[in-house]
């Protein structure tokens, strides 16, 4: 007998908009995650142990955050807004207190300053389309600005002395220019000089303060880890052919420890900085990391990492003992790992290159409906354990699911990426069509059962495919998508706007193109079932991106399905919408590819 819908998706999430983080002594973890039903702020030790929640929160959700000395600074919104306000929390729980109280703004904890208690962080209270940067009084719980300009501004890591800082100004997702800040008089010394587009992170500061360790893809298609020295000049740390996706230091900057993208499989490198040799690192599941940290000691190494077939689960790596310790367990649906079903890396053809892409076929015999599932961002990437339950689930129902990584896709050098720049609806379509081309080609594959589903950017997708390629779907699934360029790029979040023109197009200047590009356009040529989901207070893309698609729909006797999620965003915080969002989503896909479903 198969497995139910509800085993499936019994999955305690970590929000793809949190952090995690040691405490100051190293002793314990703290993540973000929905096991009660709505995502908080929970503890745990790093040798494993009873996990301690610290908020308990409902209608709200605990998103980012930093521990400190003198405890935690969250940020938290209000029904997916993003509004993200920071709150003071003690270390062992209780009531957060706000400290930003300012609702029409979006806050970002920053950095800890090496001595005393102060705390940055950015947000654009200061006018809604630029982002600023302030530091906040751990103790007091005043705040004084540092960066007022015009811009989109981030504060990066401390200088050993204390007086100085990095800051990032932030041009575009593959363009960010580096300062040194000194806070005092407001001065700044740019370090990052370039033409064009560059990728510019800072990590953090040597230990002597004379060099700023940076992640960058100058000259290279790939982001790199190098040494920035103050006095001039850029070094070599690791340079590879794939992506340098995350980096820390230590608290007394010892140990350097970073991730390689490969592939869309994350490999796991720490340095001890003294001795310039690399230390070896325990052994972790082959999956995708989606957030690390390094402990303050460098002795620990924590990451949560996914497989296609294992959920996203915190991991400690003692780089001393050279063990790793899983903390969680966050899969509960009580299906055997050997049941589930693997992701095979393919490329398939598309006009001018091959696209990389996994597929997860089912065992079953026969000519095998398909769903192709296209990821959001549009510079992100398709990993494993993405849509961990969904996939499964639809696996078990006999339904093979294609995820490629279409041009735009972060991970495969900054050419491919850039791909996508002003082009939405462009390259990326045909890649799309290919997917459906190569899928029709393919013996086992019923080519009169093909969906598409997506959200977000793939949302936009899903609609241009069921617009534009209409002849190849049977049904189409719109996840919080734009489909209208023109209100899209109006209507984005104010402080987007500075690269939003860059990404996109000027609603204005470039109308003519949006419309060209805009799925609601083409909107007389869906000729098959599209089921539309979207959450009332979605901030990124706006209810009346998916209204429009809708109403038009209906006026010309289409069979659309729409829900609104009134108490939502941009996805889901609250783990009861999530399960009826995705319900709604299988059914639909299996009721229209003619499968049984349960």
């Not at 970590?14 to 040691?22: K, M, P, R």
């Not at 405490?23 to 973890?29: F, I, K, L, Q, R």
């Not at 796991?268 to 000691?297: I, K, M, N, Q, T």
């Not at 109308?511 to 060209?516: A, P, Q, S």
């Amino acid at each position: 007998m198969p497995h139910r819908f509800e085993q499936y998706f019994a999955v305690r999430r970590f929000h793809y908009l949190s952090s995690l983080s040691f405490s100051p002594d190293g002793a314990e973890v703290a993540y973000s995650t929905d096991t009660s039903g709505q995502f908080n702020l929970w503890r745990q030790p790093v040798i494993g142990g009873w996990p301690v929640q610290l908020t308990v929160l409902e209608e709200d959700s605990a998103r980012h955050h930093a521990w400190t000395r003198e405890g935690f600074v969250v940020g938290i919104d209000h029904h997916g807004d993003e509004q993200w306000q920071l709150h003071r929390l003690p270390a062992t729980g209780g009531w957060p207190e706000d400290l930003t109280r300012h609702p029409g703004a979006q806050f970002v904890v920053g950095y800890e300053h090496p001595d005393r208690p102060r705390l940055t962080y950015s947000g654009n209270a200061t006018r809604p389309e630029d982002t600023s940067v302030y530091e906040l009084d751990l103790v007091g719980g005043n705040s004084r600005p540092l960066v007022e300009d015009r811009g989109n501004f981030e504060p990066g890591p401390w200088h050993p002395d204390g007086r100085r800082l990095a800051l990032t100004q932030v041009l575009g997702n593959m363009d960010q220019d580096v300062f040194l800040l000194d806070p005092a008089d407001g001065s700044r010394r740019h370090l990052t000089p370039h033409q064009g587009e560059e990728i510019n992170l800072p990590i953090g500061f040597s230990d002597r303060g004379d060099a700023l360790f940076l992640l960058t893809n100058r000259d290279h298609e790939f982001t790199w880890l190098a040494r920035l020295h103050l006095a001039g000049g850029l070094t070599t740390v690791w340079r590879g052919e794939w992506d340098v996706e995350a980096a820390h230091l230590d608290r007394e900057r010892r140990r350097l420890a970073w991730v390689v993208n490969e592939g869309g499989l994350s490999t796991f490198h720490v340095l001890d900085l003294a001795s310039g040799e690399e230390l070896p690192v325990p052994e972790l599941p082959r999956g995708w990391c989606r957030l690390s940290a390094l402990s303050p000691d460098g002795r620990r190494l924590a990451a949560v990492i996914s497989t296609a077939t294992r959920t996203a689960d915190v991991y400690v790596a003692d780089l001393a003992a050279q063990t790793a310790t899983r903390l969680t367990w966050s899969f509960l649906g009580g299906i055997a790992e050997e049941e589930l079903c693997g992701a095979e890396a393919i490329h398939y053809p598309s006009f001018d290159r091959r696209i990389p892409a996994w597929l997860y076929r089912p065992r079953a015999a026969g000519r095998l409906p398909v769903v192709v599932s296209i990821h959001g961002g549009p510079e992100a990437q398709e990993r494993p354990g993405q849509e961990f339950s969904l996939y499964q689930y639809l696996v078990s129902r006999g339904v093979a699911v294609l995820a490629p990584n279409i041009r735009g896709s972060s991970g495969y050098g900054r050419s491919y990426q850039a791909l996508i720049h002003r082009d939405w609806g462009g390259g990326e379509l045909r890649d799309i069509e290919a997917a459906a081309r190569w899928l029709q080609e393919q013996p086992w594959v019923d080519r009169s059962r093909i969906a598409v589903y997506g959200g977000s950017f793939g949302g936009f997708a899903t609609l241009s495919a069921m617009t534009r390629l209409s002849e190849y779907w049977a049904c189409g699934v719109d996840l919080v998508g734009p489909s209208n360029l023109v209100t899209f790029a109006r209507a984005v979040p104010p402080h987007w706007k500075h690269f939003t023109r860059r990404w996109v197009g000027d609603p204005d200047d470039d109308r003519e193109l949006l419309v060209e590009r805009s799925p609601i356009t083409y909107v007389d040529r869906v000729r098959a079932p599209l089921l539309v989901l979207q959450g009332a207070r979605d901030p990124r893309v706006v209810k009346a991106e998916s209204d429009q698609m809708v109403e038009r729909l209906r006026a010309m006797g289409r069979e659309v399905e729409y829900h609104v999620f009134e108490d939502e965003g941009h996805g889901f915080t609250k783990r009861a919408n999530l399960v009826r969002a995705y319900r709604l989503i299988a059914d639909f896909l299996l009721r229209h590819l003619g499968v049984e479903g349960g």
